[in-house]
């Protein structure tokens, strides 16, 4: 039994579940530095109170994840000789005094090695790797493809502005009605925009005026309104500079 090894596992392993328990066993008869632990499936199942077909699925995700590795195999049956590679990664030189004791009050594990973290210099990072800078980083947020229309969507104050100085005989609130309506009913790959609001400049700048919907005007109004333009249309300047026809 290897306190050391049981002692990585509780303190350091990520597995979680069964995973872990299974590893606990593993780790309960390896040596102090994490290896020569000899066990079958059936062993580790009995120990466990899981089937072998349980403990080897278990096992293949303890070596995918690197915390556990294979030796060799051992015997005529060829049983896997497994190994905590994570606990030689640790320093055993260091001393820690511990708290059990026995019914005389003499330390069960006096003197036990601990765990301590290794310290090492930062992996220089070769020339052609991927550095992380704001610049990249926004390009690499920024969507490669477009979005579709989303129910409540409004352009921004300046794509507003834009238009009303551009187009002031539109309906402003009509034409947004039925830009949303058309984009959020609209399928297909046309669907998805990557600019939504140039997209609604562009309508708004090609919106047909209704002529149906302007403001109704009688016969003689319009008769009058159109004398009046011809009258100042035709109008000669006169010595005290007021136009008027027939000076």
Not at 78 to 107: E, F, K
Not at 111 to 118: F, G, L, Q, R
Not at 174 to 183: D, I, P, V
């Amino acid at each position: 039994m290897s306190v050391q090894a049981t002692s990585w596992v509780w303190d350091h392993s990520q597995a979680e579940g069964n995973a872990r328990l299974v590893l606990l066993a593993i780790a309960d008869g390896a040596n102090k530095q994490g290896g020569r632990s000899c066990q079958s499936a059936k062993t580790i199942g009995e120990m466990c109170r899981l089937s072998s077909r349980s403990v080897q699925r278990h096992i293949a995700l303890l070596l995918e994840s690197g915390e556990l590795v294979i030796e060799g195999t051992h015997g005529k049956y060829h049983t896997n000789i497994y190994a905590l590679p994570g606990l030689s990664r640790y320093d055993s030189t260091d001393v820690r005094q511990n708290d059990v004791y026995d019914s005389r009050g003499s330390s069960l594990r006096q003197n036990e090695p601990v765990a301590t973290t290794e310290l090492c210099h930062p992996t220089p990072i070769p020339q052609d790797t991927y550095v992380s800078t704001p610049e990249r980083d926004a390009d690499k947020s920024a969507p490669s493809k477009g979005s579709r229309m989303v129910d409540g969507w409004m352009p921004d104050q300046k794509h507003i502005d834009k238009i009303k100085q551009m187009r002031p005989d539109i309906d402003l609130n009509l034409e947004h009605t039925k830009f949303m309506n058309y984009w959020i009913a609209k399928t297909g790959k046309d669907a998805s925009k990557k600019d939504w609001g140039r997209t609604w400049e562009n309508w708004m700048l090609n919106a047909r005026v209704d002529k149906s919907r302007q403001e109704y005007k009688p016969g003689w109004q319009k008769r009058l309104e159109h004398a009046a333009k011809q009258n100042e249309q035709y109008k000669a300047p006169s010595n005290d500079g007021v136009f008027s026809i027939g000076r």
